[in-house]
């Protein structure tokens, strides 16, 4: 089981935290020797602690040749292989941020709180388009923009968009309260599945669909006539937050962030943040690394890690 050697960045979220303390942050995990390790510590105190998550935390992630690409709330990241901080790329139009996407030179990013997706040129160190999902009479729509001009789309959050994957030249994302995963094919709105509402992290996986069912506290596959079901495992450690035991706030097997590695294995994330590896064939967890026993801490973007790099040091920032 080759997958089982490989090590996986993950970012996190800990909802419910105060400015004076950690928020977030990166962890590296193996699931050979079950091991972790926290690679950044994510403490900036310039952000805003309303609601359950807010600013707090980081949230997508991407890796390529020179560095990491990770998602804040409201920023787009730039560090180097050894977790050091080389420029943060905002944007009007970026807000409550979820996952993005890597592919030809540009990076796509969710921006949850305008129902948006924005694309980043990594050449020109820009955001250059920006497409707002709105409802219309009789269905969905989707609008391009400018995400460098004023007139933009209002900041809303009735979709509650989370995930995009740009594949082929087409971008595909969805939301916690979005019907289907769309696909955006150069400026025409289609579907290509239907979804539960409550899903993180749906994208297209085989001749199908693969998501986290957040209601459900499962991972799905579906693909034709098959469907694939795997339970998050219930028998986490769990010590409930001193401050804060709304369950509103945070809950336990929260599933979120999601990474197919082949059309056998899925690395998926658990609250408390927990790294699950997925089986499909036998439809079990077959390892698990648990990062906290906090359930307000949380998993939120994946990104596999490559086998020669190995960081620094911690680094709080």
């Not at 699931?31 to 997508?60: K, M, N, T, Y």
């Not at 509103?248 to 962030?257: C, M, V």
């Not at 943040?273 to 307000?296: F, I, P």
């Amino acid at each position: 089981m080759t997958v089982a050697r490989n090590s996986f960045l993950v970012s996190s979220v800990i909802r419910g935290t105060d400015l004076s303390e950690s928020h977030g942050g990166l962890y590296l995990v193996n699931f050979q020797d079950s091991s972790s390790e926290i690679c950044l510590d994510w403490a900036s105190p310039g952000i805003d602690v309303d609601g359950r998550g807010g600013d707090r935390g980081l949230r997508g992630i991407a890796v390529d040749d020179d560095g990491i690409w990770v998602a804040s709330s409201c920023a787009l990241l730039r560090f180097d292989s050894s977790f050091t901080l080389l420029n943060s790329f905002t944007n009007r139009y970026l807000k409550h941020c979820h996952e993005i996407s890597l592919a030809g030179g540009n990076i796509y990013i969710v921006s949850t709180g305008f129902d948006a997706l924005l694309q980043f040129n990594c050449v020109a160190e820009s955001f250059d388009v920006g497409y707002h999902l709105y409802r219309r009479d009789g269905g969905i729509g989707i609008a391009a923009f400018d995400p460098q001009i004023a007139d933009g789309p209002a900041r809303v959050n009735e979709f509650h968009l989370n995930s995009v994957t740009s594949l082929d030249t087409n971008l595909y994302f969805a939301g916690l309260r979005t019907p289907a995963l769309f696909r955006i094919s150069g400026s025409k709105l289609s579907i290509m599945a239907s979804l539960p509402f409550g899903t993180h992290n749906a994208q297209p996986f085989g001749n199908g669909v693969i998501f986290n069912d957040t209601v459900a506290d499962r991972v799905s596959a579906r693909g034709g006539d098959s469907v694939i079901d795997i339970d998050v495992p219930f028998d986490l450690q769990v010590l409930a937050p001193i401050k804060h035991t709304d369950p509103r706030l945070a809950r336990p097997f929260f599933a979120r962030g999601l990474l197919p590695i082949d059309e056998n294995w899925v690395v998926g994330g658990v609250s408390p943040s927990t790294l699950c590896l997925y089986d499909l064939q036998t439809g079990k967890v077959e390892q698990r690394v648990q990062l906290s026993t906090d359930v307000r801490n949380a998993i939120h973007g994946i990104a596999a890690w490559p086998g020669n790099r190995r960081p620094n040091s911690i680094r709080p920032i």
